[in-house]
């Protein structure tokens, strides 16, 4: 495909366009511009539509070297030219080696010959390796831009309006979103990641970003009366021909269908339109598989952080900050920074009792032990017909650090859902008194102080009953 001088003035990449815009959605997206041209770019899969009427896609041999991605391509085909070269030297060189020796040898011009071949064959061979090195790199490079190594055009041209349906993935983009966290406050950035690997270059006028699909299917529901009536048993079904097994399949298919409904430049800056949705006007997005990132919006919070603890998930400690949002949170992943300080690269966030909350770290300086209560302290009776079963857990904290710390321990005991069996908490027990709340559904909230290098055991006894004859699991 090598460039064409004279098509070269004549086409221009599909990006350039006359308000131009573009809709990237969840499962697809919309590129729609005026086009000067027939070229549409390096794709596959991309259906066009030219003031509503289909457009065919073909391959297109000659390529415009004004366009950034043909260029890259023409690369290719000239590195695959000094191969086909390097291979045609080989074979000749081969063919001159093979020669039949001549009958009287002149020992010195023999040597002199034999040595340049050799050189000659040295060279070919290296340069053959540097050649594929460069040819599979460049590949490489070229397919991570684009999804295909063949130029597609429209069959025919179009004046006006040109739409072009691109498939998912070809398009995409994410929120990120970056936390600074001082003394009680929360700085937040929400920034838009934008990738394009299309193998169209694109330039719009007014980009719009939805997380939300384009293709949406809401079966039509209509209000039907929930009906009592009186219980008549249903009769006996009698198969005596097979047309009788096929009968209730029929119904059973209408009755499916009807429930289915019948027929199935500077650096862009991104604004926040609604939630869930941003607008970029002048968008240059080139299909270069390389995310680029708009920057949406920063706002501040007041923020209150607290350390907890799950022994009964997991014996680590972590941190969790709790914020009021102000604009809706649309993914759950974060970088937490703390000054010029990188606290976490991957922190975890999510909407709770009416917050948002942000689990910024793990600290590393309380060390939580959690063990049963050994076999020989438990005790079983049975009073009249109901079993009695004492177990519990140890919990032994421990604060590594020079400072002091205060931090919440949820743990937890069995909770029943049927009366016949209880379940009860005996005693929380430590050498110092602990301050807990025993909340709904076996919920136990512990508030921790402890000193610097100070460790406390607490040891949480439960008892469940229940009828002698029943087994229970927990």
Same mark, same amino acid.
């Given at each position: 495909?090598?460039?064409?001088?004279? *098509?070269?003035?004549?086409?221009?990449?599909?990006?350039?366009?006359? !308000?131009?815009?573009?809709?990237?959605?969840?499962?697809?997206?919309?590129?729609?511009?005026? /086009?000067?041209?027939?070229?549409?770019?390096?794709? %596959?899969?991309?259906?066009?539509?030219?003031?509503?009427?289909?457009?065919?896609?073909?391959?297109?041999?000659?390529?415009?070297?004004?366009?950034?991605?043909?260029?890259?391509?023409?690369?290719?085909?000239?590195?695959?030219?000094?191969? #086909?070269?390097?291979?045609?030297?080989?074979?000749?060189?081969?063919?001159?080696?093979?020669?039949?020796?001549?009958? @009287?040898?002149?020992?010195?011009?023999?040597?002199?010959?034999?040595?340049?071949?050799?050189?000659?064959?040295?060279?070919?061979?290296?340069?053959?390796?540097?050649?594929?090195?460069?040819?599979?790199?460049?590949?490489?490079?070229?397919?991570?831009?684009? $999804?295909?190594?063949?130029?597609? %055009?429209?069959?025919?041209?179009?004046?006006?309006?040109?739409?072009?349906?691109?498939?998912?993935?070809?398009?995409?983009?994410?929120?990120?979103?970056?936390?600074?966290?001082?003394?009680?406050?929360?700085?937040?950035?929400?920034?838009?990641?934008?990738?394009?690997?299309?193998?169209?270059? +694109?330039?719009?006028?007014?980009?719009?970003?939805?997380?939300?699909?384009?293709?949406?299917?809401?079966? /039509? +529901?209509?209000?039907?009366?929930?009906?009592?009536?009186?219980?008549?048993?249903?009769?006996?079904?009698?198969?005596?021909?097979?047309?009788?097994?096929?009968?209730?399949?029929?119904?059973?298919?209408?009755?499916?269908?009807?429930?289915?409904?019948?027929? +199935?430049? $500077?650096?862009?800056?991104?604004?926040?339109?609604?939630? #869930?949705?941003?607008?970029?006007?002048?968008?240059?997005?080139?299909?270069?598989?390389? /995310?680029?990132?708009?920057?949406?919006?920063? =706002?501040?919070? !007041? *923020?209150?952080?607290?350390?907890?603890?799950?022994?009964?998930?997991?014996?680590? !400690?972590?941190? @969790?900050?709790?914020?009021?949002?102000?604009?809706?949170?649309?993914?759950?992943? =974060?970088?937490?920074?703390?000054?010029?300080?990188?606290?976490?690269?991957?922190?975890?966030?999510?909407? #709770?009792?009416?917050?948002?909350?942000?689990?910024?770290?793990?600290?590393?300086?309380?060390?939580?032990?959690?063990?049963?209560? @050994?076999?020989?302290?438990?005790?079983?009776?049975?009073?009249?017909?109901?079993?009695? &079963?004492?177990?519990?857990?140890?919990?032994?904290?421990?604060? %590594?650090?020079? &400072?002091?710390?205060?931090?919440?321990?949820?743990?937890?005991?069995?909770?029943?859902?049927?009366?016949?069996? %209880?379940?009860?908490?005996?005693?929380?027990?430590?050498?110092? &008194?602990?301050?807990?709340?025993?909340?709904?559904?076996?919920?136990?909230?512990?508030?921790?102080?402890?000193? !610097?290098?100070?460790?406390?055991? +607490?040891?949480?006894?439960?008892?469940?009953?229940?009828?002698?004859?029943?087994?229970?699991?927990?």
């Amino acid at each position: 495909m090598k460039c064409s001088k004279i *098509l070269s003035t004549l086409l221009l990449s599909g990006g350039v366009s006359v !308000a131009s815009s573009l809709a990237v959605y969840q499962d697809t997206t919309f590129y729609t511009y005026t /086009p000067t041209s027939s070229f549409i770019g390096f794709t %596959k899969n991309v259906s066009a539509k030219c003031e509503g009427s289909s457009l065919a896609l073909v391959p297109m041999m000659l390529c415009p070297n004004d366009v950034r991605l043909c260029k890259l391509y023409n690369k290719l085909d000239d590195i695959k030219e000094d191969l #086909r070269i390097n291979q045609s030297n080989a074979m000749v060189l081969n063919k001159f080696i093979s020669l039949p020796q001549p009958t @009287v040898i002149d020992a010195e011009s023999w040597i002199s010959a034999a040595k340049m071949l050799a050189e000659e064959e040295a060279k070919l061979g290296d340069k053959k390796e540097i050649l594929t090195k460069n040819l599979k790199h460049d590949t490489q490079r070229f397919r991570r831009q684009a $999804p295909s190594l063949v130029a597609q %055009k429209t069959e025919k041209s179009c004046k006006k309006e040109l739409v072009l349906n691109i498939p998912y993935g070809y398009v995409s983009f994410s929120s990120m979103y970056e936390a600074n966290i001082e003394k009680n406050k929360i700085t937040i950035t929400q920034n838009l990641a934008i990738t394009n690997r299309s193998g169209i270059d +694109i330039e719009a006028d007014t980009a719009m970003f939805y997380y939300r699909s384009a293709n949406q299917y809401v079966r /039509p +529901i209509h209000f039907s009366p929930w009906i009592v009536s009186k219980y008549v048993p249903r009769p006996k079904r009698m198969y005596k021909k097979s047309m009788a097994k096929s009968k209730p399949m029929m119904e059973y298919s209408m009755v499916a269908d009807s429930e289915m409904g019948g027929d +199935i430049a $500077p650096a862009p800056v991104a604004s926040y339109e609604d939630a #869930r949705e941003y607008k970029i006007n002048n968008l240059s997005l080139p299909s270069t598989g390389i /995310p680029l990132e708009v920057k949406v919006l920063s =706002w501040k919070a !007041a *923020l209150e952080c607290e350390i907890k603890a799950y022994p009964y998930m997991n014996t680590k !400690a972590f941190e @969790v900050c709790s914020f009021s949002p102000k604009y809706q949170i649309d993914t759950n992943r =974060w970088k937490i920074n703390l000054g010029t300080e990188v606290i976490n690269e991957n922190a975890v966030g999510e909407y #709770r009792d009416g917050k948002y909350q942000l689990y910024t770290k793990v600290d590393e300086d309380i060390k939580i032990v959690r063990k049963s209560i @050994v076999q020989k302290a438990r005790t079983t009776g049975i009073f009249g017909g109901t079993a009695r &079963k004492k177990d519990g857990f140890t919990l032994t904290l421990t604060n %590594k650090s020079n &400072k002091s710390k205060a931090f919440t321990v949820v743990e937890r005991i069995p909770t029943s859902t049927t009366t016949e069996i %209880k379940s009860k908490l005996l005693s929380i027990k430590s050498d110092k &008194k602990v301050d807990y709340k025993m909340l709904k559904e076996g919920e136990i909230e512990m508030h921790i102080i402890l000193n !610097a290098h100070e460790s406390k055991k +607490i040891d949480i006894l439960f008892e469940i009953s229940y009828d002698k004859d029943l087994k229970v699991r927990y």
